[in-house]
């Protein structure tokens, strides 16, 4: 996959990001595993990916089913089922199981998997929440090694995706649905 400092900035990638691109890099270059490897935030890469991949932001919204699922079993058919058709069904399927979780980290746990559901739903502005929620769900969960997961499939992505598919439109900005009692800290954040 090619990327640009232009296309770094089309995208939002935050200053301290671009800056590091442009003092290493000119023009349009491919990403290759030695980029990633210099990349000075495993956060970065991972960013990229979910903001130029439609469907690896429906696979990570699907990994923080997959990892609430060890604590709400309810919500295991999510894992494999998330997408676009029946994401507001899974969101009230973790509202529910939330609701009636015996601990708060459960609790927590699947208000995260429901935003991140949402979020993969949302233009590609809202993509690094889904990652940030997924992590949050998987935690509350007591499954930390969703990160690495998250990263791996990130790098794939960025070194398996031909340079046509590098030309991601960022929609027209839509009304957003928040949910109340879901803290936002991003992990991902447009800070670096």
Wanted: negative net charge; contains cysteine.
């Amino acid at each position: 996959m090619n990327i640009s400092a232009n296309k770094l900035m089309e995208l939002g990638a935050c200053d301290e990001a671009r800056k590091w691109f442009s003092n290493n890099y000119r023009g349009t270059v491919t990403i290759d595993r030695n980029m990633i490897d210099k990349c000075p935030s495993d956060n970065w890469p991972v960013w990229l990916a979910l903001r130029l991949s439609e469907e690896l932001r429906w696979k990570v919204a699907r990994i923080a089913y997959r990892e609430v699922a060890n604590v709400l079993p309810v919500l295991a058919q999510w894992a494999e089922t998330l997408n676009a058709s029946n994401y507001r069904d899974a969101e009230k399927a973790a509202h529910s199981a939330g609701h009636m979780a015996t601990t708060d980290a459960a609790s927590c746990a699947a208000c995260h998997a429901a935003v991140a559901a949402t979020h993969a739903a949302l233009p590609p502005d809202y993509a690094t929440d889904i990652g940030d929620h997924t992590i949050y769900a998987a935690a509350l969960a007591a499954r930390f090694r969703v990160k690495a997961e998250l990263h791996a499939l990130a790098v794939e992505f960025l070194l398996n995706t031909p340079s046509a598919a590098n030309q991601a439109q960022l929609p027209d900005e839509r009304q957003l649905e928040l949910f109340p009692g879901c803290e936002d800290t991003p992990l991902f954040s447009q800070k670096g």
